[in-house]
Structure formats: structure tokens, C-alpha cells
């Protein structure tokens, strides 16, 4: 396969403290589930491709801090992203209502093309569902989100949540970087030209 | 003349922390807050935050051996106990992700000198000594960090861009030895534009337990505890400046991969951080002037 054009995205995770953002994220990157993850204070960048049939795509990911308190600095996370993932923990109806809030606020605040898909984690553990997967398939829908439910312990829908946030990216523009993270709104932004990953 | 025994880090902690004093002032008091913690009344007004401690507690540092080992349940519930009691006693601030691993390094401290205390009596007293060493950092050295709002560590921030802004006006001694590294780093994070908010929170509020390995980390506490709060500028900055060679290899513009860096810097030796820390002394009249000058500016801002 021809190595072709390399896209490069900002990609934030949100949702409540310990719903599995950062677990989703190990597992993307580095194949790796820990029991016991160390929680997220601020955030945390890493990177990531996927390569689509004739492009690749990478990821810059913001995983974020999920206690209510680290709320005022979400601003600063999303703002340029491209993408996020919503997370929330199958096992837990409230992390479901707040990430609906973050929805909420990322349609209201975030860029306006941001391509959102919901996440409904730890779907391994099904025997202590608390949120049916087709009422919160359905409020995806009606919110045009992407939907998976995920396990980042089981691997499972992992690489494809990532991979459908790739595919419905759009890639009209030349080889993008995300726009500065750093409040800095005057200077025109430049498309520099990335080597391939 | 016989040699007086080297005390522990813990007790020195307590004593210069100003926690020593509080436990004295406050005979019983710790148990009395786990009684409490467990109250049905306290529990409904404090509830998300004692549930909050409960995720966080097998999450707190979980790498380390004392929390996997043999006597990982005891120092979990060793934990637990601690950031209950503090949730009960400052109900104003609350419980913040950070102070787990802050309270989860005074027992690593404590266990990677003594081990595990043995007998409840002598757990039981331990405890106690780090319960109030514990208040004594979050009140003294780092009271406004934890609030709801962040206040400080937001204006921590501030002061740090300014810093990095000129670093020239800031450091106390152009003669240290390592001065230029420091000049020439700041020079860097600020060309890439980096905000400090990007890397500020890992730092201040975790106390370098997320950032630098533990016995680093302890080294830097000493400084801290020993100095104030200055010392945890001072410390970011010598920290940073110690990772001049890989910030170097960084694109200029990249803020994001020099944040990376400064979330996992490569480990130092003690030496090479007393070294920068050093050339890091700020002058406290120029934290006093950027101050003044934020003051400002946020009263600009609230006019607008
Ligand atoms: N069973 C199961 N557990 C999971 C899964 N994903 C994460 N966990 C566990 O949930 C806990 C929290 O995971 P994290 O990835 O740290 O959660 P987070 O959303 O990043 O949390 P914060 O950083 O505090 O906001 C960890 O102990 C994980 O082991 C999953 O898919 N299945
Ligand atoms: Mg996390």
C-alpha cells in the first residue's frame, strides 16, 4: 500500500473521573490495560495513526482530567479539536448524564465541524449494566454523534471507535495540524507540510 | 561522643511542615474525624467526595511496590482513612484528585525508610503524625491549590509565563552556575508559547509524584517543605531546565511535544537538581512586581 497523505488531528476525551478515558487511550496506543490507572491530573498528550486506505491519519490526543473540579480548564482542552470522545461507564447512569452535558457544551463552545462520538465503557462488564445500549444509541443518533459501546480491558471497539472518528473526518484540506493549543487567535495559522508517519 | 541516629524523613517532615505542632494541638482529633466519616449525616452532605476517595485510593500510585505488594490492602486502608478524615476536616475545600498521591507518597516515604508499621499501636501513631503532616502541606504550603476553582495554581500559571517571559528579571543570581541553561529554557517554552496550564497541574498538584520518581520526588519535597512555596516555582523551573537537551530536540513551535516532556522528564540525579535549583532562586521583589501585575490585569478583565 502506497503511503499517502498524512492528516493530522486534535483529539480531546472527556467525561467523568475514572469512566476509563485514559484506559481507552493506553489501549489505542500501547495495546496495554492496567487494573488500576493512575488518574488523570490536567492532561496528558500522546499520539497515534491510523491508516485509512490511502491516507493516514494522526491523532493528537488530549485525555483529560474527569473530576468536576478540573472543569474550568476544559476549555483550554477542546478548544481546536477536530474530534472527541464523550465518555461515560456502562456500569454508571450518572456518567451518562454527564456526558451528555459535555455534548452539550462541546456543540455550544468547541469548533463547529468537531466530529463527537460517545463511548459507553467497560462493556465486559455486563452483568452490572446500568445504561441500555439502545437508549443511549438512540440519543447519539438524535445528536448526530458517532456510538460505540467499548471495553478498554476486553479490547474491544477500541481501534474502531478511533478509526470511525478518522473515517468522518474530512480531509479536503492539505496536510493539516491542529490549530495552536495556546490562546492565539490574530496570527494566521500555517498549513506546514508533515513528513509521513 | 556517640552519633545522634539520622531522624526520618517523615518526622522531619512533620516537624518543619508545621504538622508536628497541629497533632500536638489536636490530641484525638483523628479518630474523632473517622467516627465522624462514617456518620450517616456527614456521609449524605460529603457523599460524592468520600466516593471519590474511594475510586481514587487502589488508583493512588499504583505502581509502586507498597501498593501492590504484601501489604498493599493495610496501605490502602491506611489511605482511605486519611483522605476521609481530611474530606470530614476541611469540608470547605473538599477532596481534589492529587491529594491521593500527595498522601499516598508520605506513606511511600515513610515505608521506603521504616517499612509497614507492624503493630496497630504503632500504625496507629504513624498515622496520625502523617494525617497532620498532611493538613500541614495542603494548609500552609498549599492552601488555594485544591479549591473548586484552582485559584492559585491558575495564578501559579500566570506567573510562571511571566517567568519564562524574561527569566533575566526573575532569577536571583546571574552568577549560578547553571544559569544559562535555566535563561536559555525559558527562552524555549516561551517562543513555543507553551501555557504553563498544560503542565502546571501534573506538577503543583500531584507534587511531582506523577511527574519525577519517588525518591527524586522526596528530594524535592525536602526543598519545599524546608523553603515554602517559592521552592515549588523554583523547582518547576530547575525541573524543566534539566530537560534542556530533549526540549532542544523538540520543533521550536511545538508546545505539545515539550509539554510531553516536562510531564516525564528523564530522570536527574539529586545533585544535578540541587545544582539548577540553585541558578532557579527567584527574586521575591520580582514576583512581587508580576503579581502586582496580574492583580491588574484581572481587574481589567472583570471591568470589561
Ligand atoms: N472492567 C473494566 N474496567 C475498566 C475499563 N476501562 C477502565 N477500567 C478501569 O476503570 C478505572 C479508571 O480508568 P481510567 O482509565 O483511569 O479512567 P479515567 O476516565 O481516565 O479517569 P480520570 O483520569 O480520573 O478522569 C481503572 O481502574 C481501570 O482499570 C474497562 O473497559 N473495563
Ligand atoms: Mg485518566
Redesign the interface.
Known amino acids: 500500500m502506497a503511503a499517502g497523505k498524512v492528516f493530522q488531528f486534535k483529539l480531546v476525551l472527556l467525561g467523568e473521573?475514572?469512566v476509563g478515558k485514559s484506559s481507552l487511550v493506553l489501549r489505542f496506543v500501547k495495546g496495554q490495560f492496567?487494573e488500576?490507572?493512575?488518574?488523570t491530573?490536567?492532561?496528558?498528550?500522546?499520539t497515534q495513526s491510523v491508516c485509512l486506505d490511502d491516507v493516514t491519519v494522526k491523532f493528537?490526543i488530549w485525555d483529560t482530567?474527569g473530576?468536576e473540579?478540573?472543569n474550568?480548564?476544559a476549555p483550554?482542552y477542546y478548544r481546536g479539536a477536530q474530534a472527541a470522545i464523550v465518555v461515560y461507564d456502562i456500569t454508571n447512569a450518572d456518567t451518562l448524564a454527564r456526558a451528555k452535558a459535555w455534548v452539550k457544551e462541546l456543540q455550544r463552545q468547541a469548533s463547529p465541524n468537531i466530529v463527537i462520538a460517545l463511548a459507553g465503557n467497560k462493556c465486559d462488564l455486563a452483568s452490572k449494566r446500568a445504561v441500555d445500549d439502545e437508549e443511549a444509541a438512540q440519543y447519539a443518533e438524535d445528536n448526530g454523534l458517532l456510538f460505540l459501546e467499548t471495553s478498554a480491558k476486553g479490547a474491544i471497539n477500541v481501534n474502531e471507535i478511533f478509526i470511525a472518528i478518522a473515517k468522518k473526518l474530512p480531509k479536503n484540506t492539505v496536510e493539516t495540524r491542529p490549530a495552536?493549543?495556546?490562546?492565539?487567535i490574530d496570527e494566521p495559522s500555517s498549513s506546514k507540510k508533515k513528513g509521513c508517519c | 561522643m556517640a552519633r545522634v541516629a539520622p531522624q526520618p524523613r517523615y518526622m522531619r517532615w512533620a516537624e518543619v511542615s508545621g504538622g508536628a505542632k497541629l497533632r500536638t494541638l489536636n490530641r484525638g482529633v483523628y479518630s474523632a474525624l473517622l467516627v465522624l466519616a462514617d456518620n450517616a449525616i456527614i456521609t449524605s452532605r460529603l457523599g460524592t467526595a468520600l466516593a471519590?476517595v474511594d475510586?481514587?485510593v487502589?488508583?493512588?500510585?499504583?505502581?509502586e511496590p507498597l501498593?501492590r505488594g504484601l501489604d498493599a490492602p493495610a496501605a490502602r486502608e491506611f489511605l482511605t482513612r486519611m483522605l476521609r478524615a481530611w474530606v470530614v476536616l476541611r469540608f470547605d475545600v473538599?477532596y481534589?484528585?492529587?491529594i491521593?498521591?500527595i498522601a499516598a507518597m508520605l506513606l511511600w516515604a515513610t515505608w521506603s525508610e521504616i517499612g509497614f508499621p507492624s503493630s496497630t499501636k504503632a500504625r496507629a501513631k504513624i498515622e496520625d503524625i502523617l494525617f497532620w503532616t498532611l493538613v500541614a502541606l495542603l494548609t500552609f504550603h498549599l492552601e488555594g491549590y485544591f479549591?473548586?476553582?484552582?485559584d492559585r495554581m491558575k495564578d501559579d500559571a500566570a506567573l510562571l509565563a511571566a517567568i519564562w517571559a524574561s527569566p533575566g528579571r526573575a532569577l536571583a543570581d546571574p552568577g549560578a552556575l547553571r544559569h544559562a541553561d535555566v535563561v536559555l529554557t525559558c527562552g524555549k517554552l516561551h517562543a513555543a508559547?507553551?501555557?504553563p496550564?498544560?503542565?502546571?497541574?501534573?506538577w503543583f498538584?500531584?507534587l511531582f509524584t506523577?511527574v519525577l520518581p519517588l525518591e527524586l520526588a522526596a528530594h524535592v519535597w525536602d526543598g519545599i517543605i524546608e523553603h515554602g512555596v517559592l521552592r515549588l516555582l523554583e523547582s518547576s523551573l530547575a525541573i524543566a531546565s534539566l530537560s534542556l537537551p530533549e526540549l532542544s530536540q523538540c520543533e521550536p513551535?511545538d508546545?505539545?511535544a515539550m509539554?510531553?516532556i516536562l510531564?516525564r522528564p528523564t530522570p536527574f540525579t539529586r545533585e544535578a537538581f540541587d545544582a539548577a535549583v540553585v541558578a532557579c532562586a527567584l527574586r521575591p521583589d520580582a514576583l512581587f512586581e508580576a503579581e502586582q501585575a496580574l492583580i491588574g490585569e484581572r481587574a481589567r478583565s472583570h471591568l470589561d
Open positions: 473521573a475514572a492496567q488500576f490507572q493512575e488518574s491530573i490536567g492532561a496528558a498528550f500522546l493528537e482530567a473530576q473540579r478540573y474550568s480548564l483550554m495552536k493549543p495556546v490562546v492565539q | 471519590q475510586l481514587d487502589p488508583r493512588s500510585l499504583p505502581d501498593f473538599g481534589t484528585q492529587g491521593n498521591s479549591t473548586q476553582t484552582m508559547e507553551l501555557d496550564l498544560l503542565v502546571v497541574p501534573k498538584l500531584t506523577h513551535s508546545a505539545i509539554a510531553s510531564h
